[in-house]
């Protein structure tokens, strides 16, 4: 059994010692995986920069902006809606090409990862190891979804960092505070489904269903989303998308909205208190 490449291995050496920290387990748990956010920070700031240094050719560019009013009805609405299209706009543009789709996909797999280990580490008999330590369960639930929120939050940061850096070379006229509301927007709705991903790996102890559920989950309220603007009967179920809760009503715009944030806040903490109580009654034997 190779016990550190389950992702808690490393929390346990000296872990009896360092329990008197209060986040111990935190930061075990992020730097077990400095090497793979390494890894993703890199790749999200290569794709942001070369996004960013794309706008100024399009901004000019007639001809992508009567293709970009071409484009499909459905296809707009998958890419944030009909308003926030426009491809000759930072707004408009950086929504399509980067924080409505690309960015919440690729952290999702991130999330739903890291989350899915709490399955994992329960069939490869690792969590047995680290319960053997003087440690509550409630405290490995807990300092797990915190380590995936801390984690996904600083990825996220990077492009939107690179975008804030950007602002000034390349007059893509974004306001820093809805950018911050944007970047936050994003990893919330990303947290959700990391901490889907935990519970039904804490419920079941199953990789699989814990990466199945979650993934289901993201791609639901995505299409539900994209299919309100479309469908008539589906527009008044938007409001269930956490998709459209995060992302639907342009944060890169409009800003700050503190209701959505705030129910999506209040998700993450739902879901983590019944993954808690899951897996205080689970037999990880």
Known sequence: MDIKASGIGTALPGLVEQRRSPLALTERFVLDR??????????????????????????????????????????????????????TSGTGYLSAELFNLVLPLLLSIWAIGFGASMGSEQHDGTMDLLLANPIRRWRVVVEKALSLGVTTLGLASVPGLVVLVANGFVALDIDWTSL?????????????????????????GRRGSAVGAATVLFAAGYLLNGLGGLVSWLEPFKMFSLYYQALGQFPLREGWQWDNLALLLFICGLVTVVAVAVFERRDVG
């Open 34 to 87: 400095w090497r793979s956010m390494a890894v993703w920070a890199i790749g999200l700031l290569v794709y942001t920069v070369l996004i960013v240094s794309l706008f100024p050719t399009i901004r000019d560019s007639a001809g992508f902006a009567q293709a970009a009013e071409e484009y499909p009805d459905a296809l707009k609405e998958f890419l944030g809606g009909e308003d926030a299209f426009d491809l």
């Open 180 to 204: 911050a509301a944007t970047v936050l927007a994003v990893s919330l709705l990303v947290v959700v489904h990391g901490l889907v991903a935990l519970l039904v790996g804490a419920m079941t």
